[in-house]
Structure formats: structure tokens, C-alpha cells
């Protein structure tokens, strides 16, 4: 079992920065889950639908949603286990539940909720005006 814990959601005035951090734990066989799993952010607000944010592979390649590029970044250290997501000038439109979730390796960059197998709780971002 794969498990996902996230944590650094807080509340933020507009152009503030949080740092997400999401701790994995878990193999699958005998293949360790950050060596061979593609990791990556989504978050949800209030009566929208779960949509990315951005997602990093075991090789550190990344992607992100357009209105995040500039402001987001993605990284991964596998001898933490640990994968970040450093958010600056956070605008209010960025207030959301933010979840870690992760899927067997692959060699496109997933981006679809359905693409993954294996979700955290959600951190709260809240940022105001």
C-alpha cells in the first residue's frame, strides 16, 4: 500500500508563498514507490471539479498547468522520500484543498484525476485578498 501524507497548507495574504510538502510511504513489490512512481499536485476548491497542477516523474522531468508556471514549482527528493511544491505570489484564485497523489511510473506526464492510483488527505490553502 502507497500511502500519501501532505502537509504546509495554511492561510496566506495575496503574494505569499507556502511550501507543500508531501511524505510517501510503500512498496510495491519489491520496488520502492519514489524510485518508480510519478508524483504530482492537484487541488480542489469549493463546487469545482479536482483539477492539476503539476507532476513530476522518477527522472525529475515536470510539467504544470499554465496559470501556475512562473509561480509554482515542483521537485522530489527521493532520500526523504518527500515530494515539495513551492508556491509564490499565491493570488486568491489559488484557494483550494491541494492533494499529493501518485501512479506507477509511465512516460507521458499524467494530468487526469483517473490517471492515478493513490491519493493523500488534502492540505488546506486559503489565500486572502
Known amino acids: 500500500q502507497v500511502q500519501l501524507a501532505e502537509s504546509g497548507g495554511g492561510l496566506v495574504q495575496a503574494g505569499g508563498s507556502l511550501r507543500l510538502s508531501c511524505a510517501a510511504s510503500?512498496?510495491?513489490?519489491?520496488?520502492?514507490?519514489?524510485?518508480?512512481?510519478?508524483m504530482a499536485w492537484f487541488r480542489q476548491a469549493p463546487g469545482k471539479e479536482r483539477e492539476f497542477v503539476s507532476v513530476?516523474?522518477?527522472?525529475?522531468?515536470?510539467a504544470m498547468r499554465d496559470s501556475v508556471k512562473g509561480r509554482f514549482t515542483i521537485s522530489r527528493d527521493n532520500a526523504k522520500n518527500t515530494v515539495y511544491l513551492q508556491m509564490n505570489n499565491l493570488k486568491p484564485e489559488d484557494t483550494a484543498v491541494y492533494y499529493c497523489a501518485s501512479r506507477q511510473g509511465t512516460s507521458t506526464m499524467p494530468y487526469r484525476v483517473g490517471d492515478y492510483d493513490y491519493w493523500g488527505q488534502g492540505t488546506q490553502v486559503t489565500v486572502s485578498s
Open positions: 513530476i516523474n522518477w527522472r525529475g522531468t515536470t
Open positions: 510503500g512498496r510495491t513489490g519489491s520496488t520502492d514507490v519514489m524510485n518508480n512512481y510519478v
